[in-house]
């Protein structure tokens, strides 16, 4: 389909028909600034954005009664499936309304090519990735990453970054578990790498070797500061006054993005619930899908049962959606082409409907509560493609 267009107030109106139609639905798209009744039009392999009344497509959708959201970004997952035991099969995030995730370091230089031919080429969800910095990446259970910044091979690193353009950057994990006697070294010695290389960090921080106020403050503009509620070990981003440290919301303030990446054991319902009641929302909600928390109830298991928890916790729904669309696509550096209906973004739409339920939440201690609401996909369209519907829809 030609994507040749006028826009009249906000409306885009195509001068050909439409490859779809989503009309009737509740659009909520940060990015755009779409928070009303609308349509939306999809031609070809984009987004047309929202569209008049009275427009058919060549499919047609009547989404009366649910909420029509930007493809969804799940910004940290396991999905080396070819070659790492905790992994899952990318395409399962497809169902989930999931268009777009970042694998959190999986793989490392020495197998990363592996990931690339086995599980990201072909794929249909859109993959992007962080490169663990230990040669291996993350195997399986039983088996910790070596972050002796000695074994680091910056030259394979660099060329890897150089050949494949879904890396976005570098992830380590710091738990006191994995780096032992080495402190912060790893994360220091990784920091200095990225600066080098151009390239962000992710970093893992459950459990950590030293205060949050001294691992904020190696952080710059871009870093990800991954499971920014996990309550594990001697220090939390909740000081003892009960309040977020100010160290970490000045990191926030420089440009640091935290990451909640609920995962299986480094969420706390006791660390989530002080900081909102700071104010302190995550920048990105994400899962740490991985085969452990697919397979366990009451924790990740999917990104809108992740964004209904915190719906229930009291966030507001349109910083929620924000959360996974206009700010981890801006993470990855895709801002305005994923993570928005806006015209010409690609055609990436997650239709869920909400219901009342009674979700059951359990946290890294065994405390648990019930939320009130259940948002569940019906629909997800990428590149203007339907991938999956729902028998309900």
Not at 175 to 180: L, M, N, W
Not at 203 to 228: M, Q, R, T, W
Not at 288 to 310: A, N
Not at 317 to 323: K, N, T
Request: charge should be negative; glycine fraction near 12%; charged fraction near 25%.
């Amino acid at each position: 389909m030609a994507a040749n267009h006028t826009r009249i107030d906000g409306v885009v109106e195509y001068m050909e028909n439409f490859d779809i139609i989503i009309k009737n639905g509740d659009i909520a798209d940060p990015y755009a600034g779409v928070w009303r009744r609308g349509n939306i039009g999809i031609s070809g392999r984009r987004s047309a954005g929202v569209v008049s009344d009275g427009l058919e497509g060549r499919i047609t959708i009547d989404a009366e009664g649910c909420v029509v959201m930007p493809g969804l970004i799940d910004m940290h997952t396991h999905i080396f499936y070819s070659g790492s035991g905790i992994s899952i099969r990318p395409d399962l995030l497809i169902p989930m309304g999931v268009t777009t995730t970042a694998d959190a370091g999986s793989a490392g230089c020495s197998n990363y090519r592996a990931f690339h031919d086995t599980d990201i080429r072909g794929s249909a969800v859109r993959i992007f990735s962080y490169l663990n910095v230990c040669s291996f990446g993350q195997p399986g259970h039983g088996f910790q990453e070596d972050l002796d910044p000695s074994l680091y091979d910056s030259g394979a690193i660099r060329e890897l970054l150089e050949e494949y353009p879904e890396i976005r950057g570098l992830k380590l994990r710091i738990g006191r578990e994995i780096v032992g006697e080495l402190g912060l070294e790893p994360l220091i010695k990784t920091k200095d790498l990225a600066q080098k290389l151009g390239v962000p960090i992710v970093v893992h921080i459950s459990n950590p070797p030293a205060p949050e106020s001294e691992v904020v403050s190696i952080l710059d503009d871009g870093d990800v500061f991954c499971h920014c509620f996990h309550g594990k070990g001697d220090y939390t981003i909740i000081g003892h006054d009960g309040r977020v440290l100010p160290e970490v919301i000045k990191a926030r303030e420089r440009g640091v993005i935290f990451d909640c990446a609920n995962g299986f054991t480094n969420y706390s319902h006791r660390v989530a619930r002080a900081s909102l009641e700071c104010g302190f929302e995550p920048d990105v909600i994400s899962t740490d899908l991985c085969k452990t928390v697919l397979e366990m109830d009451g924790f990740g298991r999917s990104l809108c049962y992740v964004m209904s928890k915190y719906i229930s916790l009291g966030m507001h729904f349109r910083s929620v959606v924000r959360a996974v669309t206009e700010t981890p696509a801006r993470a990855l550096g895709m801002e305005g082409r994923i993570g928005t209906l806006a015209p010409g973004a690609d055609g990436d739409v997650t239709i869920c409907k909400i219901f009342k339920a009674r979700p059951r939440y359990i946290d890294n201690a065994g405390g648990e509560f019930y939320g009130d609401t259940m948002l569940t996909p019906v629909m997800t369209i990428k590149n203007g493609e339907i991938m999956y519907r729902s028998e309900m829809f």
